[in-house]
């Protein structure tokens, strides 16, 4: 039996084969390397049906992922996160056929799990000895614990405003941790040297390994399965380095390759925030990719990346699938994040709180209709982010009372 259809490697830009069991990083031009499967042998070979009957975790859909041999298969259970409907909230924002697919239970409270199963389990099976990797903080804390997993070693630099909690994440799995006093792309450049310096480690970096995409693509696969081989009308994902975004569509146009799904493709929006939009601005603009922009703020920390080394393949994304890009304030951010926890008892991170803002205001300009089926990514648990809410109440005397209402 044939566990993964793995065939190649191919640069994003050129088209260029790699081969796939060797250790790559971007391709020649310093574009991203996507994985590329004999989709018409995984065709003749596993059906949907066989699928549903396997374990829910990402690795049902293997023949569709990179690891060759399930022994280097490295797992905490991720993977088949709930497509929760948000029928309050939905109601309130004129948008009922509203669902969440909610990453904040996997390992790590983090979508970031995905990408570091599958980019970890292949880094194994390659024979490397150690990850690096700079991080706005989930990431790190994902792939360091997925290394201790796997016994490899792990560096992570982070800025030193990343969410405490992440930081401890990474000591507590045993991480050679730094910070650093700016943003993940100062963070990157230190990784970057320190890698040419060490044997064995391999830079994991957002897109700079071809491994990570295919991880985060199955929360596609999860979606379409989920909804019974359908797929929504819109689906709305937080975009920093838009890896999830570009693995969603990556995976939407395997399975109908596969035979899985029809014709239709959902509409993907990139939501960003107003403090870091060079996404955002691109799009608006027309470009083929952003500009590296200066000075970005956010709370959404996971979404404040400066330029992604990818944005190309994310505005390609977008425009393919008939999407649109948007940029929401921190403000209407906490709002959101408020108003949703209120509605469905959900306390989502900062970034999933900007795509449900985004949600609101798509609904309200007519680019979202009142019949269409809409997704939106929360990407992970309000749980890491305590700073979110703030906490005043009165304190009782112990021969006090309630006051009544």
């Known amino acids: ?13 050129t088209g260029e084969r790699y081969d796939a069991d060797e250790v790559q990083g971007v391709s020649r031009v310093g574009a991203p390397l996507l994985v590329r499967y004999d989709l018409e042998a995984a065709r003749g070979a596993v059906s949907r049906d066989e699928v549903e009957r ?31 409907p948000m ?25 970031k799990a995905r990408g570091a199963a599958v980019g970890v389990s ?24 997925y290394a201790a997993r796997a016994g490899l070693g792990s560096l992570i630099v982070m800025p030193q405003d990343a969410p405490e909690i992440t930081r401890r994440e990474c000591v507590v799995s045993g991480a050679e941790l730094y910070l650093v006093d700016g943003l993940i792309n100062h963070a990157g450049a230190l990784v970057k040297a320190a890698v040419e310096q060490r044997t064995g480690y391999q830079e994991v970096s957002t897109l700079k390994e071809p491994y990570r995409i295919e991880g985060k693509k199955t929360m596609g696969y999860e979606i379409a399965e989920q909804l019974g081989w359908q797929v929504p009308d819109v689906i709305l994902y937080p975009a920093g380095g838009g890896v999830g975004l570009i693995g969603i569509h990556k995976a939407m146009l395997e399975m ?6 029809g014709d239709k493709l959902p509409r993907l929006v990139a939501v960003q925030a107003e403090g870091c ?16 922009k200066d000075g970005t703020h956010t709370l959404a920390f996971g979404i404040n990346v400066p330029k992604a080394l990818g944005d190309f393949l994310v505005l390609q994304a977008v425009r393919e699938s008939g999407g649109t890009a948007v940029a929401v304030t921190d403000d209407d951010i906490l709002a959101e994040l ?21 949600a609101r ?21 309000g749980l890491k982010y305590p700073e979110t809410v703030g906490v005043v109440v009165p304190v009782l005397a112990r021969d006090g009372q309630v006051p009544a209402r």
């Open 1 to 13: 039996m044939t566990y993964s259809y793995l065939s190649h490697l191919e640069c994003s830009r």
């Open 54 to 84: 396997r374990p829910h975790d990402l690795w049902r859909y293997h023949e569709l992922l990179p690891v060759r041999d399930a022994r280097h298969v490295t797992t905490l259970g991720e993977g088949m996160t709930p497509l929760l």
């Open 87 to 111: 029928t309050t909230y939905g109601s309130q924002v004129g948008i009922p056929h509203l669902l969440m697919k909610d990453e904040g239970l996997v390992p790590t409270g983090s979508f």
């Open 122 to 145: 292949r880094a194994r099976e390659l024979g490397v000895k150690a990850v690096a990797m700079p991080t706005n903080g989930n990431a790190g804390a994902a792939w360091s614990v």
């Open 256 to 261: 109908q390759q596969l035979g899985w799904i």
């Open 277 to 292: 939009r060079p996404i955002v601005d691109a799009f608006e603009q027309g470009k083929d990719e952003s500009e590296l």
């Open 338 to 358: 408020a108003t949703l926890a209120a509605a469905e008892g959900s306390w989502v991170c900062p970034e999933g709180a900007a795509c449900f803002a985004a």
């Open 361 to 381: 205001r798509l609904r309200e300009d007519g680019w979202i209709r009142e019949d269409e089926q809409v997704v939106v990514l929360n990407t992970g648990t």
